[in-house]
């Protein structure tokens, strides 16, 4: 297996997880806003992984955005950062939602 | 192309808002439309009076209660520079900067979201540079600004390098910020030994000087004395970031 094969495999790996874990929040019911903190402080982006770090900071600065639109930001590829968004989504710091078709995400409004 | 630079340290006294107000004055001669924020909401400096004031504050902004625009302060006439030049001020009631000690990170959160916009939206209506004058140290204050900026300067005093590379990589370069320093009151004695080296371009060594440190802000050296060796090294300090 080359590695553009196993990159792809990973990315589609990640993107079931993904899709898995969001599944299992909306079925079960699992709110964590007792747990988790509401929007984003600088501090807490700050201690953020590397990666993680990047994507928000590129959505704070960016506004509400694809995970397409943040990919061209970090030079990252789109189902990379969509994994990512997906990361900080359960964590309670991003907002997703539908429009149409597209998917996007913004850093999780407090109050 | 339009750029913001938010000036801090990682110790008060460092000259921080001498610089800003200078440099902004710099970029005003040179016909950039500049907008020069005081943005130490906990040490408002109101820039010495240098520049005209009016009763609106940028705390007001913060909260969400007023546009950015309705708290700048045209001061172009006054300034006489080819370009625009408009001022915001942290306000310095102590009743406001006690509240804003109390804010929690929600409200920071919030914060941040909003000093980005306003950043945005003054490059929209025209500015060519937003010049942010932060708090000292690592706070929310400081380092919100820190984060909204496109380029950061992190001004010290000779002899305190230590706390300056804790600054750079602590929160600049996880912030993946552009990031120059400057040496403000130098004696004539390096700060870093060579295995102290940090990793940004330290832009201007500015020799320690009677009359500086007389004036401090009260004095705006660039427009004053342009020939004076201060406003030299804010002139050059300018050209070399854009």
């Known amino acids: 297996m080359d590695n553009k094969e196993q990159t792809d495999k990973i990315l589609f790996l990640l993107k079931s997880i993904d899709e898995k874990l969001d599944k299992l929040l909306r079925m079960k019911h699992i709110y964590m806003a007792d747990e988790v903190p509401e929007g984003l402080d600088v501090m807490t982006l700050l201690s953020l992984p590397d990666h993680l770090r990047t994507t928000a900071t590129a959505l704070i600065e960016n506004g509400v955005s694809t995970a397409e639109d943040l990919a061209k930001i970090t030079s990252k590829k789109r189902a990379v950062e969509s994994s990512y968004l997906n990361q900080l989504v359960r964590m309670g710091h991003v907002r997703k939602f539908r429009k149409g078709k597209k998917v996007f995400f913004e850093i999780q409004s407090s109050l | 192309m339009s750029f913001s630079i938010s000036i801090h340290s990682s110790k008060g006294g460092t000259g921080k808002t001498c610089i800003a107000q200078n440099l902004a004055y710099a970029y005003a001669m040179d016909g950039k439309n500049v907008c020069l924020l005081d943005l ?26 007023q546009e950015i625009d309705d708290v700048l302060v045209d001061a172009t006439r006054e300034m006489g520079t080819k370009g625009r030049v408009c001022v915001g001020y942290s306000n310095p009631d102590i009743a406001e900067i006690r509240e804003i000690s109390l804010k929690d990170r929600r409200w920071q959160s919030q914060a941040l979201q909003k000093l980005i916009d306003c950043k945005k939206k003054l490059f929209s209506s025209g500015f060519d540079v937003v010049i942010m004058d932060s708090s000292p140290g690592v706070d929310y204050t400081s380092v ?23 600054v750079i990589n602590g929160i600049y370069k996880p912030l993946e910020k552009r990031c120059f320093a400057i040496e403000n009151m130098n004696n004539g004695v390096s700060s870093f030994s060579f295995e102290d080296q940090i990793p940004v371009p330290v832009l201007a060594r500015i020799p320690c000087m009677c009359d500086v440190s007389k004036y401090g802000t009260k004095k705006l050296f660039t427009c004053e004395d342009p020939a004076h060796p201060f406003s030299k090294a804010i002139f050059n300090l300018k050209d070399q970031i854009c």
């Open chain 2, 144 to 166: 919100n600004v820190v984060a909204c900026s496109e380029y950061v300067i992190t001004v010290f005093k000779s002899g305190e390098s230590r706390g300056v590379q804790l």
């Open chain 2, 40 to 65: 130490d909401l906990k040490s408002p400096s109101l820039f010495s009076g240098l520049f005209p004031v009016k009763d609106c504050w940028l705390n007001s902004v913060l909260e969400g209660r």
